[in-house]
């Protein structure tokens, strides 16, 4: 009985012995995919692991550990980076981290009339973890026949505290000057709320209103302060990799006498400022704008709505 025994137990051993043992991943497909792990593209990784699987099945079991393996390594090293990057953006001085367009533009004509004109911007901004500032600094300037026919000046600078990821608290501080309309100096003050309504790679969409004041004071030597609501937005649509048209507007309402808070129509201005920028280079973009102000209550003999329509080069740095 004792000897049936060992010479059964004998032979499942040799049974499972005689099965030959499965072989490791063949190393010409061990190489490709450490190969495409070397680049570190999660695209071109899982490409290659999907046609390593689909050749060699039985070896799906390892294929998957070198994917995981993979995968756990970038997941590390990106958040290593991220943490590099906001310890440098919370380390950084007040002159870092600054970004921004350079934008120029001019005319001349001769003959029947004489004209020159230029045309500049420079905008900057600067993101934080939380904060968010804004500087824009634009101005236009135009001489016809001799006389000056356009001369305006513009200069903003919104800071932003970003509450959550949509939602946002802004301050502005603005002045500007308008020659042809009359203004010799105008400046605003204002803070409030702001939503971004469409946060996308290629759309975006932000909105803000809240209470401003302004401060007027006219050619002439006569000035006005007023209580006003300030509504605005800010849209971008990049349609292509080289094109994209972007838009944006303040719109103020305000008026009254000192001490008396109201909207009225005849102090309403807005400013629209359209733009198509089309890609040159990393850095260089030609940019057609076209910018309408309106008025309801202008200088006398001052028309109420001003259009300009701009061909500029933008220079990124």
Excluded: C
């Excluded at 499972?16 to 680049?39: G, Q, T, W």
């Amino acid at each position: 009985m004792i000897i049936r025994r060992s010479a059964y137990l004998a032979l499942i051993a040799g049974l499972f012995l005689s099965v030959p043992a499965h072989a490791a991943l063949p190393d010409p497909v061990k190489a490709m995919i450490e190969a495409a792990i070397a680049k570190g593209d999660k695209n071109k990784v899982a490409t290659v692991i999907e046609f390593a699987k689909e050749t060699n099945p039985d070896d799906a079991a390892e294929i998957d550990a070198l994917q995981q393996q993979f995968l756990a390594d970038v997941a590390e090293k990106e958040k290593a980076q991220a943490l590099a990057k906001e310890e440098a953006i919370r380390s950084a001085g007040v002159f870092d981290n600054w970004h921004g367009k350079g934008e120029i533009g001019a005319n001349q004509a001769s003959g029947n009339s004489h004209d020159v004109g230029f045309t500049g911007a420079i905008t900057l901004e600067r993101a934080g973890i939380d904060w968010k500032h804004k500087l824009r600094l634009r101005g236009d300037y135009q001489r016809s026949n001799g006389r000056t026919s356009r001369e305006q000046l513009l200069f903003a600078y919104e800071p932003q505290y970003r509450l959550s990821q949509r939602a946002f608290v802004y301050g502005l501080a603005q002045w500007d000057h308008d020659g042809q309309q009359g203004i010799d100096s105008r400046y605003a003050l204002s803070s409030g709320l702001g939503y971004k309504v469409l946060d996308q790679q290629a759309v975006q969409l932000a909105i803000k209103a809240g209470p401003a004041f302004r401060r007027t004071e006219y050619s002439s030597g006569e000035d006005a302060s007023t209580l006003a609501a300030l509504f605005a937005y800010d849209f971008g649509w990049k349609i292509s990799d080289r094109l994209a048209f972007n838009q944006n507007s303040n719109m103020v309402a305000g008026g009254g006498s000192s001490g008396t808070v109201f909207i009225d129509s005849r102090s309403t201005t807005f400013d629209i400022l359209s733009g198509l920028e089309a890609k040159i280079s990393d850095r260089l973009t030609t940019r057609l704008s076209y910018e309408i102000k309106f008025d309801s209550n202008p200088q006398p003999g001052k028309e109420k709505t001003d259009t300009i329509s701009r061909f500029t080069m933008v220079y990124g740095f």
